[in-house]
């Protein structure tokens, strides 16, 4: 099953995220995340994280859930490339996630996010699983 | 995105056009353009939006849009709209994600001949100097809780006071370099850590510090008044507020989607959500966002004395030999409070300017002393490898677009298309060819920036210009560009 595609978008950057479960969305999301940011093959998985996100609707957890990762990345120069949801819901999202500080010369810089938006933002059920779209801004 | 037809739009003359008031809008829309920008402006449904912004309550005049309109987040990027301080809203769409983003321009005592053959060393030394890429930082920039609260309140203020820069500086910055009024409460734990880790660095996207002369005068009793002559080397600061600005952004967003259904405010887009300017909820937003501006306001100010200091190592002068003065700095995403004729009558509004700049007349109190006779320099950065301008503000300006003009060139492309329109192409050296030297930290980031992605700020500087809402002084053009 593909896992993601880039949406193009004028002035910043979009993603459709494809999962058979939720977990598997929002891990999904994580990673296509990581993608635009980095070259996720040059990237191991030394550092973990725990997250944990309260009960919102599952469009506001999505954005959630890559704010906070954004926020790792931003503050301690982390790059993510393993997800793990253990438990995500109307009731919240816990997760593992599994990475390394970022390291001139190792690693690739692609683009720099500002923000997750929640302009088109969209977590849906579908036939075949679950479907998400999400808007950045560069 | 669909092809927005729908929106009818009247012609005022050359380079207004107007979208008559119908429905829920309150107002009328006013687009600054000209007939052959249209066929770009209606492709990405920025009409669309500059209608929506006149549906919000407490709205004075008209739903404004500047030469450089694109698609943003409920308000479109190059709106200007202003609200009652008592029957109208704030909202966070209307500044923008990058708070405070905004550009400030030096001259210097250096011709481009004197620096000809030191570019490519100049920019590696910027690069190496100013931190752009993720996690890079200045090791002798050290920030805890109690000081980046200090640089919240105090903006450039404080940045002067540490050394970076003088107080001659202050005075050539919008609002001195601090608004007042902000409140560090306001701010939540998230966004001051990530103020904390980027404070006196560039980021990326189209932050740039660029290095370029002057080309081109268009009016030279007012270039001498700027201190600007021909060939003479400038330097442009681009850069925002960093990961605070746009947490701060993220934080209100979600107090406004809930404020606008408490206010019961009706929006024809979620992300128009807003709240009343005086009910609490405006206001800590107001305060929060003082404080993001403020930091935004030090960086620039930080970055302008690394500047200095890669001039004086590179070409071994001093700062009287340089010369490298602040000519001005301006905030192209902001709110400000301020007092405007509207009806015949003076009054306070909030005026929202997102992707759009502030451009008062000559004899405007809140402008530089030395600017009273000429008006407030308006600064308008060009996409990379190409051109920028110096404007002035206009007795215009203050009459039709609440002292506003646009802010720079809009995108056309998407970084995909942009990307896949340089596949192949070695872009820095193209550039380099053309005698422009680029250094950035990210990989994406020189492709998509490609020229062909932007619209030619040329074509958005001669309409405001024509229009007369701001005036034409000088065009600069880059030399060496560092890019995060």
């Known amino acids: ?138 | 995105m669909p092809v927005d037809e729908k929106i009818k739009l009247q012609k005022i003359d050359e380079y207004r056009w107007r979208i008559p008031r119908e429905g829920k809008m309150r107002t009328d829309g006013i687009i600054y353009s000209e007939e052959s920008m249209l066929p770009d402006v209606r492709k990405d449904q920025s009409l669309v939006q500059v209608a929506n912004v006149a549906w919000l309550p407490g709205i004075v005049g008209h739903s404004l849009a500047m030469p450089d309109i694109h698609w943003g987040y409920g308000f479109p990027i190059g709106g200007v709209a202003a609200f009652d301080m008592n029957e109208g809203v704030i909202s966070p769409g209307g500044v923008g994600y990058d708070i405070n983003c905004g550009v400030r321009l030096m001259r210097s005592g250096l011709s481009r001949m004197d620096i000809q053959g030191k570019v490519k060393e100049l920019v590696e030394v910027l690069f190496a100097n100013i931190p752009s890429g993720v996690g890079s930082h200045r090791k002798d920039l050290k920030l805890n809780r109690e000081e980046e609260r200090r640089v919240l309140k105090k903006g450039a203020r404080w940045a002067v006071e540490k050394g970076f820069g003088t107080s001659e500086d202050l005075a050539h910055i919008e609002e001195q370099g601090c608004i007042e009024g902000g409140d560090p409460e306001r701010v939540s734990e998230r966004a001051m850590e990530r103020g904390r880790a980027q404070l006196g660095t560039l980021g990326s996207g189209n932050h740039f510090v660029e290095v370029g002369y002057v080309a081109e005068i268009f009016d030279e009793s007012v270039a001498r008044a700027l201190g600007l002559w021909k060939d003479q080397v400038t330097v442009i600061v681009h850069t925002g507020s960093r990961g605070l600005g746009h947490q701060v952004c993220d934080d209100y967003i979600r107090v406004m989607m809930d404020a606008a259904r408490k206010y019961q405010i009706e929006l024809p887009d979620p992300q128009l959500c807003c709240s009343p300017v005086s009910s609490p909820e405006g206001r800590q937003y107001f305060e929060a966002m003082a404080c993001a501006a403020n930091f935004a306001f030090a960086n620039r100010q930080m970055i302008t004395h690394w500047v200095r200091e890669t001039f004086e190592r590179v070409f071994h002068k001093g700062p009287r030999d340089l010369k490298l003065d602040l000519i001005y700095d301006v905030c192209h995403n902001i709110a400000k409070i301020e007092s405007h004729t509207v009806n015949g009558k003076t009054k306070k509004v909030c005026v929202h300017r997102k992707g759009a700049t502030r451009s008062f007349p000559p004899e405007h109190p809140d402008i530089p002393q030395e600017y009273r006779s000429i008006g407030q320099p308006v600064l308008i950065p060009g996409d990379m490898g190409r051109c920028s301008y110096v404007l002035v503000g206009t007795k215009k300006a203050m009459e039709e677009t609440f002292g506003s003009t646009c802010h720079g060139a809009g995108r056309v492309m998407s970084r995909h298309q942009a990307i896949k329109a340089a596949k192949g192409r070695a872009v820095a050296r193209e550039l380099e060819d053309k005698g422009i030297i680029v250094k950035g930290a990210s990989q994406g980031t020189i492709a998509e920036e490609i020229p062909e992605a932007y619209k030619d700020v040329t074509n958005v500087v001669n309409v405001v210009h024509h229009a007369g809402i701001s005036l034409k002084v000088v065009k600069l053009v880059p030399m060496g560009v560092i890019k995060g």
Do not use: C
Request: charged letters at 35%.
């Open chain 1, 1 to 138: 099953m593909r896992r993601f595609e880039i949406l193009d978008h004028t002035a910043d950057i979009g993603l459709i995220v494809y999962g058979e479960s939720l977990q598997a969305l929002f891990e999904n999301a994580g990673e296509a995340f990581f993608h635009l940011i980095t070259d996720l093959k040059k990237v191991r998985s030394r550092i973990e994280r725990r997250i944990e996100i309260r009960k919102e609707s599952l469009e506001r957890l999505m954005v959630d859930w890559l704010t906070e990762l954004l926020y790792l990345h931003e503050v301690e120069s982390l790059l993510f490339k393993k997800f793990k949801v253990e438990s995500v819901g109307e009731d919240g999202l816990r997760a593992r996630v599994k990475g390394e500080p970022f390291q001139e010369g190792m690693h690739v810089i692609k683009t720099g996010v500002k923000a997750v938006t929640y302009h088109q933002i969209e977590v849906r059920k579908e036939k075949e699983g679950w479907r998400a779209r999400i808007i950045f801004d560069l």
